[in-house]
């Protein structure tokens, strides 16, 4: 049978870095609050930059390590909460910017979820034999959505994107499954419609990003595990035969609530939010370049993927690495 497999990966966080450190000089919170409940020790924040200008560089980056040029990609999708505007999309944007001028092109929002949902979008489309080869893409810049005078949800987040090819192969992306809850929408949401934010004017009309923080926790630390086990189930694998599990960067503690629930190594589940806060569906793309540029991931080694946030989403994929 066809199957997908991830051939390539790239990512692009912008340059402005701005640490626990910096966030206390503005506001009341301090590098042990902010460290000690969530891992996070600082996040890139796009100045002047779009999440487009992110996607195409992360985009860039891609195909600069893939054996593609941009003319053979069929498919590119932008899985983002936060687009530039409503329409066209992020993903013709790109399109555009990186001249793919033979792929169809969309964006999907499922929030912190939305690069395991496009994931199981390009499998589908591979799988059925509909197309070839495409981009599946991440790219977020929450620095617009979040209130930057309420302490509790701004020192999460971070912008930047991540991207991979994901083409016709013999073995790569093995069982996906997903779920939503949207009797959930409320715990995490935000419902401005006015993202643009190009003025004092219309960022004082912005409705910003809302979360009740506990319940999400609880959420994630409940359904993450749950939505794993379901696919090492239909795989028929036991935990311990995965190499790594790389979840989605909200916090370290969730992290590691799930390893102590798998009962798994605590090392087996990586981390880099300490770097870059929650960049929502960015965070497992930007985590899987870094690992795979450091040659953390084996040939044929068995990850699980999974992710979680608004909706609300999750989903979890088994990928055997054969990059
Ligand atoms: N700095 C200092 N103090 C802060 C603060 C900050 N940045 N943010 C909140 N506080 C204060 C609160 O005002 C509160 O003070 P009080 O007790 O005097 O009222 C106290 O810290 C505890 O706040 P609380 O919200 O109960 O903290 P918490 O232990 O639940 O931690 C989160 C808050 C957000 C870190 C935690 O709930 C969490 O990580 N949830 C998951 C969020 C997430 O991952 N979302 C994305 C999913 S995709």
Known sequence: ????????TGAYVPEREVTNEDLARVMDTSDEWIRSRTGIGSRHIAVGESTSQMAVKAAM???????????????IIVA?????????????????????????????????????YSLSVAKGYIESGMYERGMVIGAETISKVVDWTERSTCVLFGDGAGGVIVEKGERGIGSVVMGADGKGGDVLRCYSSNILCHSEESRKRIDYLHMDG????????????AVIEEVLDREGLQADQIGH???????????????????EPAEKFPVNLSRYGN??????????????QAGALQPGEKLILAGFGAGLTW?????????
């Not at 980056?61 to 003319?71: F, G, I, N, Y």
């Not at 992020?90 to 939305?114: T, W, Y």
């Not at 960049?279 to 795979?292: G, N, V």
Request: with cysteine; net charge negative.
């Open 245 to 263: 599990y790389i979840l989605h960067q909200a916090n370290e503690r969730i992290i590691a609530a799930v390893a102590r629930k798998m009962k």
């Open 61 to 75: 980056d891609v195909l600069s390590r893939s054996r593609w040029e941009a003319e053979d990609l069929q498919f």
């Open 80 to 116: 983002t909460g936060t687009p530039d505007h409503l329409f066209p999309n992020m993903a013709c944007l790109v399109q555009e910017a990186v001249g793919a001028s033979h792929a169809f092109c969309f964006d999907l929002n499922a929030a912190c979820s939305g690069f395991l």
């Open 1 to 8: 049978m066809t199957a997908a497999k991830i051939t390539a």
């Open 315 to 323: 989903g979890a994929a088994l990928v055997e690495w054969n990059n």
């Open 214 to 225: 506990q319940e999400v926790f609880r959420f994630a630390a409940r359904q993450v595990p």
């Open 279 to 292: 960049t929502s569906s960015a965070s497992i793309p930007i985590l899987l370049h870094e690992l795979d």
